[in-house]
């Protein structure tokens, strides 16, 4: 599950982060106060159920006693009170605590649909992602899209190409090291890492080959610090 960035909303700020934003993607609104018990049960629910959504939704938390004006929006009768802004409208909400399958379908009811590009991507018609990235140059999820099924199709070159024309992104970076050693999957990575070791200092081409298979485990997998740590011992 990605980090939540709960922005906690004041007067100053409520145009820009609720209404604006509210534009671009649905604000979901968690009206509360310090001395308000229920809100402190319902707060860590909601925020829960939005980081599941990975960025489908914000969320923004308004503490009603610093910020009346804000509240006043939402002519607020009691709390905890929680609201879904789109396109600058309040188009739902509901009022008290509420138990986890209720918030869970009020989010779920208020995430927006998938878009064309979505569904575009889901299909992974190599003629139409091309059809799409010469309408927008530059869209690194198409780019992504197609540069890995280059490299499924054994065009590393063709892949390394396209990637080539955004900036580098973590997603880049890993397509980038499938496209440069050829492969769709990492086996027996710790026997080839170790054979690797042995001539980084010496071979560019085997120094990059073992950043790439470290790229290609990720930083969660423990055994990438021990490798990286190694290869700095190898070097200096």
């Not at 649905?26 to 229920?38: E, N, R």
């Not at 509901?94 to 998938?114: K, L, S, T």
């Not at 869209?139 to 900036?167: I, K, M, N, T």
Request: glycine share 6%; net charge negative.
């Amino acid at each position: 599950m990605d980090e939540l960035v709960v922005r906690d909303v004041t007067d100053a700020t409520f145009t820009a982060d609720v209404l604006d934003r509210s534009e671009a993607v649905p604000v979901i609104v968690d009206l509360w106060a310090p001395w308000c018990g229920p809100c402190r049960t319902l707060g860590p629910l909601i925020e829960g159920i939005v980081a599941e959504t990975l960025g489908a939704v914000d969320l923004v938390k308004i503490n009603v006693d610093d910020n009346p004006r804000a509240s006043q929006t939402f002519q607020v009768q009691s709390i905890p009170a929680v609201y879904a802004v789109v396109g600058r409208k309040i188009v739902d909400g509901f009022i008290g605590a509420q138990p986890e399958f209720q918030i869970r379908q009020f989010i779920e009811r208020n995430m927006p649909g998938p878009s064309e590009l979505d569904l575009l991507i889901e299909r992974n018609d190599e003629t139409e992602l091309q059809s799409w990235l010469e309408a927008h140059p530059g869209d690194e999820r198409v780019v992504c899209a197609l540069a890995e099924l280059a490299v499924g199709a054994g065009r590393s070159d063709d892949a390394l190409e396209l990637l080539g024309r955004v900036p580098a992104t973590t997603e880049t970076k890993r397509i980038a090291a499938l496209a440069r050693q050829g492969l769709s999957e990492l086996d027996d990575v710790e026997s080839r890492l170790d054979a690797l070791l042995m001539t980084a200092k010496s071979s560019p081409e085997d120094r990059q080959s073992f950043l790439d298979l470290l790229e290609l485990m990720g930083p969660e997998d423990p055994r990438t610090a021990t490798y990286r740590r190694r290869l700095t011992t190898a070097l200096f």
